[in-house]
Antibody
């Protein structure tokens, strides 16, 4: 079955970077893109950006421009998302999800989520 | 503040029908882009519930129904069950922001 499995929880200090992985299985990785979505404690869903697994083209949310980088490794069907210059308000559960650049057809499935805590 | 507006909470008794609204604008729901809905049970990842305004993925009961009209969309849930208690999010694409957008989420309580 189609599945996305993410890396484990991270605790980082302010100013540091974090890189989360998302390993896909059960479908042709390069036929879809990967969106990243985060959810701060008790808050709603925030789209962070999207990467095409076929071309590597990216589209980042304006609020994160310059601090986030999304990449893929087609040899291992894995997507990566890195956030730099972490702040306390980056504390959230980070999700990856399969989808198109516009989110057409919806985002499906979702990874299990990776908790990132930013604290001094 | 989310680009798509949802009520923070709705509630209903078992067996009843509830609707959750999602209000947008001409740059998102009112454009050619579809609306999708997600269900997030406590402590779990979101799950696609409705795609393309009114389509259910395999395995989603037909008690869940989506619709879109103009710059708004709605999710209706009939025959409420205790297991439906969750957060629900609408999602579309915004041509001005050039990105995927979500509603702020609606907490459904089954009384």
């Amino acid at each position: 079955q189609v599945q996305l499995v993410q890396s484990g929880a991270e605790v980082k200090k302010p100013g540091a970077s974090v890189k989360v992985s998302c390993k896909a299985s059960g479908y042709r990785f390069t036929s879809y893109g990967i969106s990243w979505v985060r959810q701060a404690p008790g808050q709603g869903l925030e789209w962070m950006g999207w990467i095409s697994a076929y071309s590597g083209n990216t589209n980042y949310a304006q609020i994160l421009q310059g601090r986030v980088t999304m990449t893929t490794d087609t040899s291992t069907s894995t997507a990566y998302m890195e956030v730099r210059s972490l702040r306390s308000d980056d504390t959230a559960v980070y999700y990856c999800s399969r989808g198109t650049g516009s989110g057409a057809y919806g985002l499906d499935p979702w990874g299990q989520g990776t908790l990132v805590i930013v604290s001094s | 503040q989310s680009v798509l507006t949802q009520p923070p909470s709705v509630s209903g008794a078992p067996g009843q029908r509830v609707t959750i609204s999602c209000s947008g604008s001409s740059s998102n729901i009112g454009s050619t882009y579809d609306v999708h809905w997600y269900q997030q049970l406590p402590g779990t990842a979101p799950k696609l519930l409705i795609y393309g305004n009114n389509n259910r993925p395999s395995g989603v009961p037909d008690r869940f129904y989506g619709s879109k009209s103009g710059t708004s969309a709605s999710l209706a849930i009939t025959g409420l069950q205790a297991e439906d208690e969750a957060d629900y999010y609408c999602q579309s694409y915004d041509t001005s922001l050039r990105g995927v957008i979500f509603g702020g989420g609606t907490k459904l309580t089954v009384l």
